[in-house]
């Protein structure tokens, strides 16, 4: 009887302890779902590597500084940034956006994060051009049709290979964020043809690739960066410029031109910038946080202006603009140059030329 109820106790000891353990596991699981259902509304994050939040996650207040003002998408998408920070680590982190070259030019806030008193900086691939000559391919004319293919481009190897030769000097490229492709804004020509361009002053941003473009039409470059743009429209300095509808709405350029060639000849990427070195030295749980942070951003971003493209045609006509299309034959001869000069300067603009022209 004795060693009956011996063995009894012992079996349920042993029950107890399986019971424990069980409750252990569980309440793990239940929290690592719990923070994938929260926090997530993508396919590519994992539970494992993004808490939702947690003792562990400190408070850190990031600083990201950009060129546009506050109702284009990129700013939109540093809000969306700045939201999923705070939702992802429970108010831990966050980040103050400084808009509209608050903190100077592209190439002071370049400065700012090699530096390290810039956290991260939206950056656009035309500036990074002139010193990181493979970021050239992004200009490749009509490469890309819609934005989401550039947007998936973005994730592929070659795209990856890009990014990487920006680390050197102690910046880093996180990842690209796209506003609306090129069209050809103009004061009182309209353009059909790329003949149309000859002797036309142009403002397009000071960068090889995209002065390439019309010089080769026979257009004279005007190398003058954003904020100088209206000003120099409104005083005859140019007579057109390279520019994203977005641009051309949130700056009122309608005020100051009257046609719109919507030719979307080339994507324009900006690269969300970090110092390295802080971005390395970040515990593992927040730079999982802010990589997720900013996959959510730019999802957002290629969303929301992809679905934006006719409505913008409309805001600008009915704000007195002539919109009209331009097919892509008009520069044929621009798009074997480019291809020809680029696909010669680099093996890697070569792999991105064959792997994306269409
Ligand atoms: C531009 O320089 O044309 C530009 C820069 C940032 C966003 C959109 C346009």
Redesign the pocket.
Known sequence: MKQSIKMFRLVFLFAFILVLVACGNSTESGSSTGSGSSTSSGDTKTDETVPVSGEDIPEMKFKLAH??PTD?M?HQAAEKFNEKLQELSGGKLSVEIYPASQLGTEADMVQQVEAGSLDFALI?G?YLSARTPEMAAWFAPYAFETLKEADEASRTDVAREILGKLEGTGLKGLDYLF?GQRVIVTKDKEIKSASDLEGLKMRV?PSPPLQDFYKSAGAAPEGL??PE?YSALQTGVIDG????L??TITNKYSEVTKYVAVTNHMV?P?VIVTNEGMYEGLPENVSAIVDEALKEAIKFSVETRSAQEEEFKSELASQGMTVYELDKEVFKDQIEEFDAKYSGQSDLIKKFIETFRN
Request: no cysteine; aromatic share 10%; glycine share 0%.
């Open positions: 060129i546009t284009h990129w656009t035309a506003a941003t960066p954003l743009v410029m390279d520019m994203d977005d641009a324009w900006s």
